[in-house]
């Protein structure tokens, strides 16, 4: 359509066009690793004021604020589930101090500058400064996984955005409601703080008793494995409309209580519900911030001038130290911790669409400049985004808090041949830990100096004292197929799939006793073979072999030198691990160090003129002079 009509006619087309924009930002930002929330904001640009191809509100008409809320409902709920309280164990003082001192404290700051400075009243300031407090867990998880910060800062962080979450929906509820409430009413103020505290204690409560039953129903058995996401979509839908019935949106307090009750209570199948929940909010939020950046007008970007970057200034440069300053006082926080902490605060998902809701609700009560929350939302957004992205890695290093190590290796599963593999992987400098049960088992890889992990990997405990991002590999080896496979079905959301390994002898399907393909990590190594025959190898004194390919020194001279039943099991190439798999058999190239294991008569340099370097385990040595000791002893 022209006239200035959006170009999409019907429904159908406007959901579809909006699916691609943002899961397709997100996949791009994903393959070229850049800033998905910065993708999907010039996505929906594109699409909205500059090609006028969607037009958010007049498209879905009464039901753009409808869409909004429901997607900001869903993704507080799947906030709360990331809130388990017992991970706070160590932290609980700092990031108590960071979140409910710290946060009023930017609050309070935070509407004062947008009044002053960006010029909003004060009703809209006030609702814009609590929804500033939230740094959600979308944004700086990504922050830290790429900056490998160490274990406390990283902690902090990540938790203050956890909890930051649903305090920041809930000043912008409390204050949103007193105005809201004023307003059509006769009612003083002490009457409107009342019947605000009173329905959001009703609220609350609804969702933390929605929450206790749908742990005691899914504990029980009383709903099928198959239902069970479906009905816990539906409920937390369900808990949201009638907490609004209680308190016009406090449905948001609602879903989040719920999360973060079901979060806390033993539950079967939390994890594949918490992932489910996972894909649900991020087909919302890639569809809520195509939706807010496409209904802008270039009429409220251009009132995006010089006083909103300075108020984007003295957010970052006053107000957020200000608070976390104030708020670690008292705390055992080393100065490199709290500068860390003062600068690193991206806004994201969240800012952005309870800001969009809130423009909405007060733009619709009146509040003429309510609609200026969101492009300031967006510019906070592409301003921390972007800023904090790209100097928090050098920061960290600069302060001393920042590993310099590549991705690190998990293995899982303590064999003399499994240690004898973290050994080699060390000796590319690359980080190795490894994780077993047995405290027994892991006595050599102790021995050997290297990092371990005694307990069971799959446990509740290894949340605490396992830093996942850490790690970039996954190597399950232990014995048994199927604890491998549940391994690396557990932790692929964690670590990424398709860099999670196991160990498997059979690779048939269609085997009663071979684990499904579908449930399995990779097949580490492309040829069959079970962990007793790599142990039976290992004390016939096969070792593994390093080898530096060259262009003096090429593949083709490399692979006529080794032997027909050698193995290769890795390569370093370029700095990143590639890994023998059965999908993908490892072909080495010019400029890799190649591991192989070769077997005992074949452990020679493949090229004498070469630097090879070779490696030999010392309990295959000492069999080796034992049995050698006994042909003597015997020989006349």
């Known amino acids: 359509m022209h006239d200035g009509q959006p170009v999409t006619e019907t429904l159908l087309l406007a959901i579809a066009l909006i699916g691609v924009l943002g899961v397709g930002a997100q996949w791009m930002a994903w393959r070229f690793n850049l800033p998905g929330i910065v993708l999907?904001?010039?996505?929906?640009?594109?699409?909205?004021?500059?090609?006028?191809?969607l037009q958010p509100e007049a498209t879905f008409g009464e039901f753009y604020r409808t869409i909004i809320?429901?997607?900001?409902?869903?993704?507080?709920?799947?906030?709360?589930?990331?809130?388990?309280?017992?991970?706070?164990?160590?932290?609980?003082r700092g990031v108590v101090q960071l979140c409910f001192v710290g946060g009023p404290i930017a609050w309070v700051l935070?509407?004062?500058?947008?009044?002053?400075?960006?010029?909003?009243?004060?009703?809209?300031?006030?609702?814009?400064?609590?929804?500033?407090i939230v740094t959600g867990p979308t944004v700086i998880m990504p922050l830290l996984r790429q900056a490998k910060l160490t274990s406390r800062p990283s902690a902090l962080l990540k938790w203050e955005g956890i909890i930051n979450d649903p305090v920041g929906a809930l000043a912008a509820v409390i204050v949103y409601e007193y105005l809201h409430t004023r307003n059509i009413s006769n009612l003083t103020d002490f009457q409107v703080f009342g019947s605000l505290i009173i329905g959001t204690i009703l609220c609350v409560l609804w969702g933390v008793l929605v929450g206790w039953l749908m742990a005691?129903?899914?504990?029980?058995?009383?709903?099928?494995?198959?239902?069970k996401s479906p009905v816990l979509l539906t409920t937390v839908l369900g808990t949201f409309a009638l907490a609004n019935v209680i308190q016009e949106e406090g449905g948001l307090l609602a879903v989040t209580a719920m999360g973060v009750t079901m979060a806390n209570v033993k539950m079967p199948s939390i994890n594949q519900l918490r992932h489910f929940k996972e894909n649900i909010a991020i087909l919302f939020v890639a569809g809520v911030f195509v939706i807010l950046t496409a209904n802008l007008s270039w009429e409220t970007l251009g009132q995006l001038d010089g006083r909103a970057i300075l108020f984007v200034a003295v957010m970052l440069f006053v107000v957020r130290p200000v608070s976390v300053i104030f708020s670690t006082i008292g705390t055992d926080l080393?100065?490199?911790?709290?500068?860390?902490?003062?600068?690193?605060?991206?806004?994201?998902?969240?800012?952005?669409?309870?800001?969009?809701l809130f423009a909405g609700l007060m733009a619709a009560d009146g509040v003429e400049d309510g609609m200026l929350m969101v492009p300031l939302a967006f510019a906070m957004v592409f301003a921390t985004v972007i800023l904090h992205g790209f100097t928090i890695a050098p920061l960290g290093r600069m302060l001393g808090l920042a590993s310099t190590l590549p991705p690190g290796v998990l293995i899982v599963g303590a064999s003399p041949w499994s240690i004898e593999l973290a050994k080699r992987i060390r000796e590319f400098d690359i980080p190795v830990l490894v994780a077993d049960p047995s405290f027994r088992r892991l006595r050599s890889a102790r021995q050997a100096g290297l990092d371990t992990f005694y307990g069971e990997i799959l446990s509740e405990v290894s949340e605490h004292h396992i830093e996942f991002s850490r790690f970039g590999y996954l190597l399950a080896l232990g014995g048994n197929e199927a604890h491998n496979a549940l391994v690396c079905t557990d932790l692929a959301p964690e670590m990424d799939r398709a860099k999670t390994y196991?160990?498997?002898?059979?690779?048939?399907?269609?085997?009663?006793?071979?684990?499904?393909?579908?449930?399995?990590?990779?097949?580490?190594?492309?040829?069959?073979i079970s962990l007793d025959e790599l142990l039976r190898r290992h004390w016939a004194g096969w070792a593994f072999q390093f080898t530096k390919l060259s262009e003096e020194f090429t593949v083709e001279k490399y692979n006529e030198g080794l032997p027909d039943d050698a193995m290769l099991v890795m390569a370093l190439r370029k700095g990143v691990l590639v890994f023998d798999t059965e999908e993908s058999p490892l072909e080495p190239q010019n400029g890799d160090r190649v591991l192989a294991y070769?077997?005992?008569?074949?452990?020679?340099p493949v090229q004498p003129e070469t630097e090879v370097e070779m490696s030999r385990s010392k309990e295959a040595e000492e069999l080796e002079a034992r049995k050698q000791a006994a042909i003597d002893k015997v020989s006349p």
């Open 502 to 528: 196991q160990l498997t002898a059979q690779r048939r399907d269609e085997s009663r006793t071979t684990v499904s393909y579908s449930l399995r990590g990779r097949s580490f190594l492309s040829v069959e």
């Open 334 to 356: 080393k100065w490199p911790e709290r500068l860390m902490l003062a600068w690193i605060a991206p806004r994201g998902i969240v800012a952005v669409a309870v800001s969009g």
């Open 216 to 227: 005691v129903v899914f504990r029980r058995g009383w709903v099928p494995e198959y239902l």
């Open 40 to 53: 999907m904001s010039i996505a929906g640009l594109l699409a909205g004021p500059v090609f006028h191809i």
């Open 110 to 132: 935070g509407a004062m500058a947008a009044h002053h400075i960006a010029g909003l009243s004060w009703p809209t300031a006030i609702v814009f400064g609590g929804i500033m």
């Open 69 to 92: 809320s429901v997607a900001v409902a869903v993704i507080l709920f799947e906030g709360g589930l990331q809130l388990k309280f017992r991970e706070l164990k160590g932290l609980g």
């Open 598 to 604: 070769v077997p005992p008569a074949e452990r020679k």
